[in-house]
T-cell receptor, first 112, second 114 residues
Framework: SQQGEEDPQALSIQEGENATMNCSYK?????LQWYRQNSGRGLVHLIL?????REKHSGRLRVTLDTSKKSSSLLITASRAADTASYFC????????????FGQGTTLQVKP | DSGVTQTPKHLITATGQRVTLRCSPR?????VYWYQQSLDQGLQFLIQ???????AKGNILERFSAQQFPDLHSELNLSSLELGDSALYFCASTPTSGGTGELFFGEGSRLTVL
């Protein structure tokens, strides 16, 4: 079973608006990562937040992590049509099992 | 370009057949991971190799096997193929065995079983 669950499953916004995606997970983690996938392409790493961090920024991306609620959010500000893609959270568990567990993803459509 | 190379990009075959997917990791990376992505199951971890040795195993079927060669490239062998094996198969690599850092993904091999 998947570690992470994301919502919403799909999100459609206008260019310039902000997009927020949420991820919940079940077990203790070492870190949580967000990846982006353009249709049918490989996944690209966006940002990693460690379990002792609460917020992290990278360009137009802002990630928060609440370990007490076992949840994370990804905010994309001032979205662009080129941000249209699927976004996945992935968790690295505290017990080093040598693998990332991915959520089901949120499909974001940014309309020009 | 992540530096991870996967071949073939597309593969169409029939049920009962066997295929081999190949992955070349980024230069210097010792770990290779295989993931399967399908519409109903999402992105599922299959198996990890580190410097030639199996390191972690996920939801890999007995009909599937993998190995990592001395030059660090990896192959995923899928046999007795079924319709449900149709999916995108991704390879990813990292420098270390830990598996908690950033994964560098290839562009995937799209397998269609008819």
């Amino acid at each position: 079973s998947q570690q992470g669950e994301e919502d919403p499953q799909a999100l459609s916004i206008q260019e310039g608006e902000n997009a927020t995606m949420n991820c919940s997970y079940k077990t203790s983690i070492n870190n949580l990562q967000w990846y982006r996938q353009n249709s049918g392409r490989g996944l690209v790493h966006l940002i990693l937040i460690r379990s002792n961090e609460r917020e992290k920024h990278s360009g137009r991306l802002r990630v928060t992590l609440d370990t007490s609620k076992k949840s994370s959010s990804l905010l994309i500000t001032a979205s662009r049509a080129a941000d249209t893609a699927s976004y996945f959270c992935a968790t690295a568990r505290s017990s080093n099992t040598g693998k990332l567990i991915f959520g089901q993803g949120t499909t974001l459509q940014v309309k020009p | 370009d992540s530096g991870v190379t996967q071949t073939p990009k597309h593969l169409i075959t029939a049920t009962g057949q066997r295929v081999t997917l190949r992955c070349s990791p980024r230069s210097g990376d010792l770990s290779v991971y295989w993931y399967q992505q399908s519409l109903d199951q999402g992105l599922q971890f299959l198996i990890q190799y580190y410097n030639g040795e199996e390191r972690a195993k996920g939801n890999i079927l007995e009909r599937f096997s993998a190995q990592q060669f001395p030059d660090l490239h990896s192959e995923l062998n899928l046999s007795s193929l079924e319709l449900g094996d149709s999916a995108l198969y991704f390879c990813a690599s990292t420098p270390t065995s830990g598996g908690t850092g950033e994964l560098f993904f290839g562009e995937g091999s799209r397998l269609t079983v008819l």
